[in-house]
């Protein structure tokens, strides 16, 4: 059962149907249908109904799908049944058959070639050269026999006219390794004639259509298939073929295969030698009986590589050995015409089992030894031809119909045999199934002195006139009795019923009437001893191969040639035998409509072919006792979550006793039978609910799954982040260990280096230290500075503070502070050597008298007087006053002031060396720093930063500005100085401005 498919598809299995009714049956067969459904189980029977469209379901991803399943893992498929097919051939070791039947145009032939292209495609994992070209010649000799057996009809465009029976060969490990084809009874009354509508095989039209001219030229053929007399009917039918690529496609899988150019050729002579012989005409001159287009007759002698007198002959009379003597009878018109088409269908006859047979010969297994490679198992697959019922039915379908008997009562007895089998081994009781056995309808057909194929071969042997009459008669004396068998004679109030004409069998797919009319002619199968005679005496030898029978002299006597109804009789108890003796599977095909829609589901159509093909009784055949069966395992492998007792796992002795508690408990009890190692249930109901149920289960244990797994995987989510965490920790910290042990190491002597370890280059560190070494290195800054500091004198600390503050006033601001040099403070000295000893002298009187204790600057500068004037004086600052100094009266001093009343001091960015000293009484001084030597020295910083040192050594405050313009106050006046560069000038100096003073300075 298929359970993978939700109940609005209908259901997967029609053993599951509430009711076995055909009105459910087909309510369920056309729903599926209509929801794109075309395949639906009976137990292992796949039912198909023709879909009429391209159906995506037989690709690489589905034969994936179904690949190594089990029938009931996927919705109901072919590929299912194929791979049950080639399963149980593998595992199992057994031969088994797949059975294709339905009607014409239900999909038979295409079911045959997606089970081989399934075949095909799981097989042969290795890509082993040799199985590769066994698959390639197996799928290629498809098209060959479709070209020669296939033909146009009105109910299939593609209809094979001939039963077909393949057996695939493998070897132990489950490789096609060659195969074989059986063909039965060949339709080959369609190459003299077809109804309207209808064409003859394929082969003739591929070959006028397809063919080159300078071929058609040598065949003495055209183009046009209207001019021949056998095949012109269907010459103008329209339809999809496409004749002329098929020809090339058939000439080139004939070349794969392995026919030889000569072979081929051969084929398209006997071909146009058919088509000539159509439009062969007769006459009668007198009382002699001659050939009207004689020049025919040399084509076909060239053609057949004979005689045109051997040709001639043999059309126009027949060979009679009476006794001794040899005569020749010439024909009546009547006979030359029907021998020249008796010639015909049976050149066609011989050509299409000869190509069968060549086929045969190129993939038969060769070279197998079973001791050394194991047993050689087969998978057959049979495409025949489905029941047939015609408006008017004769030979042919008395034949086909018969054959269905056959399968059907194979079909019945393999089915029951196979339930019975089962129950017997599952030690369960066997119940008696009501279906109906027509057995008796085969019999009624093949048996001995009473069938109809008796009665037929009895009247065929009548000396004397026979007619098919007599036949009739015959059946009626025979028959009288049998309640499938009546005609006119019996039931002389049945006016459906020609008298002397018809006969009804009751099949057991319904009533046949067939017309009794040509089956003498047809059963006899008449071709004169002269023809085969004649075809045998080729010069071809391709040709001579297929005729045999042609060698016997005319004097031999030989047995009568048995009957086509006996062959046919024979072929298929042989069929019937060969498939009884492998595992069958079955594929019934239904056809939904006539006019090859892919929507139209005619009920009344699809009803009677269930009933013909007797799908419903195989329900019943199944369902007889027990709609489903399992083996425990695999019964509490997909329902042991209804049950607490079995589920995940249970502890009963064993899965029969698990399988009982779980039903006991759901109280299916009494619907079902324990086996030995099955489950047998009853009815669908109890299978449904226990789906239902499953189905529900399904849920929360899908949810606790999911839960379950979601928290495995977040847990291994989390050990993993946890396990990088202590990685990246450790390597962390090993990092940051290495770092500051190569610090260490580099660092550890640094005291006894000579510049305390400048130059030490630091390591680099990790990511993370970056700012660790920000800080370590400004700690190594300060130690080093330390270091520094405190090995300096108290000059070179006052020096260094001075320097300190300066920065910290002056940095970013005033460019080039003289950082750099050392800072004298008391540069008079040095800059006026001459005059030095006068301004000590000064000075000195100077400490003296104002008890200072230290001079912090001295310097020669320019000063704006209080008459605005420009004036060289000389600037000595101590720690108490700022004095300012006449250079030219040995120093004299000038008015000095406090340092208390300094609390400013402005200067510009620029290079000059223009400083402003605001004082509290608004009385500011104004003076450019000069005389220096080296000349271009800047004193501005060291100024400013031995000022700032000084007042913050007292705790006071400075203000330091960088501007410019400078705003200053002379005696209470606000003004502005401005320094401007200035050409030519030599040296800084001032002048007065509107607003001011300008400090000129020299330009460049
Ligand atoms: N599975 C399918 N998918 C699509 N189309 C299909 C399928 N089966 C059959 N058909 C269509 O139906 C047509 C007839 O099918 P097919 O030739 O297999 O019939 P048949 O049963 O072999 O008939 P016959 O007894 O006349 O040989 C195909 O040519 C194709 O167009
Ligand atoms: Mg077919």
């Known amino acids: 059962m298929a359970e993978h498919e939700s109940l609005e598809f209908g259901k997967a299995d029609f053993v599951l149907l509430d009711q076995v009714s055909i009105e459910e049956f087909m309510s369920n067969l056309k729903l599926r249908f209509e929801k794109g459904r075309i395949y639906t189980y009976i137990g292992e029977v796949v039912v198909s109904v023709n879909p009429y469209r391209p159906m995506n379901i037989y690709g690489r991803d589905s034969v994936e799908q179904y690949r190594g399943r089990e029938l009931y893992e996927r919705p109901p498929h072919l590929f299912a049944i194929a791979d049950s097919a080639y399963k149980a051939m593998k595992r199992r070791n057994k031969d088994t058959c797949i059975v294709i039947s339905g009607e014409s145009g239900a999909g038979k032939t295409e079911a045959s070639k997606y089970i081989m292209q399934y075949i095909a495609a799981i097989t042969n994992p290795n890509q082993r050269a040799e199985v590769e070209r066994v698959k390639n010649m197996l799928l290629k000799s498809n098209c060959v026999l479709e070209a020669f057996g296939n033909a ?10 001939f039963g077909k029976y393949m057996d695939i060969n493998f070897d132990f490990k489950g490789d096609p390794i060659g195969g074989h084809i059986s063909n039965y009874l060949l339709e080959k009354s369609r190459v003299i004639f077809q109804q309207e509508g ?77 088509l000539h012989l159509g439009n062969l005409t007769f006459g009668v001159d007198g009382d002699v009986t001659l050939i009207e287009n004689t020049k025919l007759t040399s084509v076909i002698a060239e053609l057949l590589s004979t005689k045109d007198e051997s040709v001639e002959k043999a059309l126009l009379y027949r060979t009679v050995a009476t006794g001794r003597d040899v005569i020749e009878k010439q024909h009546t018109e009547q006979e030359a015409s029907y021998g020249r088409d008796a010639l015909a269908k049976a050149m066609y006859e011989h050509l299409f089992c000869w190509i069968v047979a060549r086929i045969n010969d190129i993939i038969e297994v060769k070279n197998y030894d079973a001791r050394v490679h194991g047993k050689n198992t087969v998978i057959g697959v049979l495409d025949i031809y489905g029941f047939e019922i015609f408006q008017n039915n004769s030979f042919e379908q008395f034949c086909i119909n018969y054959c269905n008997e056959k399968l059907q009562q194979l079909f019945i007895q393999l089915v029951l045999k196979q339930e019975q089998e089962e129950y017997q081994r599952e030690g369960i009781p066997w119940k008696h199934i009501d279906y109906f056995n027509n057995q008796i309808i085969v019999d009624l057909v093949e048996q001995q002195h009473k069938g109809i194929f008796s009665v037929l071969d009895e009247a065929c042997m009548n000396v004397g006139k026979v007619t098919d009459e007599l036949f009739l008669q015959g059946l009626n004396g025979k028959l009288s009795k049998h309640a499938h068998y009546t005609s006119r004679k019996l039931s002389p109030t049945d006016k459906s019923l020609e008298f002397d004409r018809d006969f009804r069998i009751r099949h057991y797919a319904g009533d046949v009437v067939y017309s009794v009319l040509g089956f003498i002619d047809k059963n006899k199968d008449t071709l004169f001893q002269d023809f085969k005679r004649l075809l045998y005496n080729s010069s071809n030898p391709v040709l001579k191969g297929m005729w045999p029978e042609g060698k016997l002299r005319i004097t031999e006597v030989t047995k009568r040639p048995l009957t086509a109804a006996t062959l046919f009789k024979n072929s298929m108890i042989s069929l019937v035998e060969n498939l009884a003796s492998k595992e069958p599977y079955y594929v019934r095909c239904v056809k939904p409509n006539d006019v090859k829609s892919p929507l139209l589901f005619e009920n009344e159509r699809c009803r009677h072919q269930v009933e013909y093909l007797g799908l419903l009784e195989n329900v019943r055949v199944r369902r007889a006792g027990f709609a489903y069966r399992q083996t425990y395992q695999r019964f509490l492998q997909r329902y042991k979550m209804i049950s607490e007792f079995t589920w995940p796992n249970h502890d009963l002795s064993s899965d029969k006793e698990a399988v009982k508690r779980l039903l006991q408990g759901c109280g299916f ?65 090993y990092k940051v260990k290495s770092y500051i042990r190569e610090v260490n190491r580099r660092f550890k002597s640094v005291r006894s280096m000579k510049d305390l370890g400048r130059h030490v280059k630091w390591p680099t560190p990790p990511k993370v230290l970056r700012r660790f070494e920000d800080h370590l290195k400004s700690i190594y800054n300060r130690w080093w500075a330390w270091s520094l500091i405190k090995a300096l004198t108290p000059e070179e600390t006052l020096q260094v503070r001075a320097k300190v503050c300066g920065l910290e006033a002056l940095k970013g601001l005033r460019v080039d502070m003289g950082l750099h040099r050392p800072w004298v403070g008391n540069y008079l000295k040095r800059d006026s050597p001459d005059s030095a000893s006068s301004f000590t002298l000064v000075s000195s009187e100077l400490q003296r008298k104002d008890k200072f204790m230290r001079v912090l600057f001295s310097c020669n500068v320019r000063k704006i007087n209080h008459f605005h004037k420009a004036e060289n004086r000389t600037l000595l600052i101590t720690d108490r006053h700022l004095y300012k100094m006449d250079p030219l009266k040995q120093f004299k001093p000038m008015k000095s002031i406090p340092l208390y009343n300094v609390n400013g001091v402005s200067v510009s960015p620029g290079k000059d060396q223009l400083v402003v000293f605001h004082t509290k009484d608004c009385r500011d001084l104004v003076v450019c720093l000069q005389g220096m030597v080296p000349p271009n020295e800047s004193r501005v910083g060291e100024l400013v930063g031995s000022l700032l040192s000084h007042f ?16 200053c106050s002379m005696n209470g006046r606000k003004c502005t100085v401005i320094v401007e560069a200035k050409i030519n000038q030599p040296q800084p100096d001032f002048t007065r401005s509107r607003s001011g003073y300008v400090l000129a300075v020299p330009g460049n």
């Open 152 to 161: 146009k009809t009105n109910r299939n465009d593609n209809s094979s006219r």
């Open 198 to 274: 209808e064409r003859s095989f394929h082969s003739f039209y591929q070959l006028l259509k397809g063919a080159p001219d300078s071929l058609l030229r040598s065949l003495h053929v055209h183009k046009d298939p209207s001019t021949y007399s056998y095949i012109r009917v269907g010459g103008v039918i329209k339809s999809s073929i496409n004749d002329s690529a098929d020809f090339k496609a058939v000439a080139d899988a004939m070349k794969v295969i392995g026919f030889t150019a000569d072979e081929i050729q051969t084929t398209y002579k006997i071909i146009a030698t058919i």
């Open 669 to 733: 009890h009494n619907d079902v039978a324990y086996g030995k190692t099955k489950i047998f249930i009853r009815t669908p109901r109890t299978l449904f609910s226990l789906e239902e149920e499953r189905a529900q289960m399904v849920n929360r244990i899908v949810l606790f799954l999911q839960k379950v797994w979601r928290g495995t995987i977040a847990r291994m989510r989390y050990r993993r982040m946890r396990a990088a965490l202590v990685i990246l920790r450790a390597y962390r910290r």
């Open 952 to 967: 913050k050594s007292e705790n006071r405050k400075l203000v330091v500005n960088v501007v410019s313009p400078i705003q």
